[in-house]
C-alpha cells in the first residue's frame, strides 16, 4: 500500500534539473509533496487532486497521472536550499483525508 | 500565528517507564494526525483523529501504545511500558478538511530515546 518513489536519492550541481517519481498500487484521490530538511519537521509544497491541474511553486512543479497513479515533482535550475529529502503522501477517496508516505528521495544540491 | 505545538521536544527514559507525548494542533483545524519517523520504517501514521474522533488506529504498533483526543485543541499518545525499539521521532500534524484541500501541517516534533 506504501506508494514507491523513485529515485532513492539524487545528487545535482547548483542550476541542474531533477524529476522525483511516486507510484501507488491504489486508486488515488489526491498526491501531497512534502520537503524535509536533517532534523526538522516535514513542510507541505504542493497537493494534485484527482481531475485536477498541474501545480507549480516558483521552480518547482508536480504533475498526477491519474490513469498511472503516478506523480511526478519537478524541480527546475535547483538551488541549495532545495536539498532534503521528499516524500509523497497518497490519498485515498473516503478514508478521511489518511495519508500513507513513500520512503523518501534524498536530494543533495552542490555548489 | 503558532504551528502545531509539541512537548517535550526530547525525551530519554528507560525501557518499562510510561511516556507521554503531548500535541496542540492549529487552532481551527479538525484533524490530527500522529506519526512516527524512524531509518528503518521511515515516516508511518500510527493514528488519526477528525472532530475529535479517532478514526483509524490500524497504525499504532500494539497496545502499548494509546491515544487520545479528549478536546480540539489538545491530544496525546502514551506509551506504556516503553522498549527500546519504541525510540524515534514521533510528529504530530493537523489539517483543515475542506472539499479537496488537505494540507497537513507538522509539528516540529519529539525525539523519544528508550534506553
Known amino acids: 500500500q506504501q506508494p514507491v518513489q523513485s529515485p532513492q536519492a539524487v545528487i545535482l550541481r547548483e542550476g541542474e534539473d531533477a524529476v522525483i517519481n511516486c507510484s501507488s498500487s491504489?486508486?488515488?484521490?489526491?498526491v501531497h509533496w512534502y520537503r524535509q530538511k536533517h532534523g526538522e519537521a516535514p513542510v507541505f509544497l504542493m497537493i494534485?487532486?484527482?481531475?485536477?491541474e498541474q501545480k507549480g511553486h516558483e521552480k518547482i512543479s508536480a504533475s498526477f497521472n491519474e490513469k498511472k497513479q503516478q506523480s511526478s515533482l519537478y524541480l527546475t535550475a535547483s538551488q541549495l536550499s532545495y536539498s532534503g529529502t521528499y516524500f509523497c503522501?497518497?490519498?485515498?477517496?473516503?478514508?478521511?483525508?489518511?495519508?500513507?508516505f513513500g520512503q523518501g528521495t534524498e536530494l543533495s544540491v552542490k555548489p | 500565528d503558532a504551528g502545531v505545538i509539541q512537548s517535550p521536544r526530547h525525551e530519554v527514559t528507560e525501557m518499562g517507564q510510561e511516556v507521554t507525548l503531548r500535541c496542540k494542533p492549529i487552532?481551527?483545524?479538525?484533524?490530527l494526525f500522529w506519526y512516527r519517523q524512524t531509518m528503518m520504517r521511515g515516516l508511518e501514521l500510527l493514528i488519526y483523529?477528525?472532530?475529535?474522533?479517532?478514526?483509524?488506529d490500524s497504525g499504532m504498533p500494539e497496545d502499548r501504545f494509546s491515544a487520545k483526543m479528549p478536546n480540539a485543541s489538545f491530544s496525546t499518545l502514551k506509551i506504556q511500558p516503553s522498549e527500546p525499539r519504541d525510540s524515534a521521532v514521533y510528529f504530530c500534524?493537523?489539517?483543515?478538511?475542506?472539499?479537496?484541500?488537505?494540507?497537513?501541517?507538522f509539528g516540529p516534533g519529539t525525539r523519544l530515546t528508550v534506553l
Open positions: 487552532s481551527g483545524h479538525n484533524s
Open positions: 500534524a493537523s489539517s483543515l478538511r475542506l472539499s479537496g484541500s488537505n494540507e497537513q501541517f
Open positions: 491504489k486508486a488515488l484521490y489526491s
Open positions: 483523529f477528525n472532530n475529535n474522533v479517532p478514526i483509524d
Open positions: 503522501g497518497t490519498e485515498i477517496a473516503n478514508q478521511g483525508g489518511k495519508l500513507i
Open positions: 494534485l487532486l484527482k481531475g485536477g
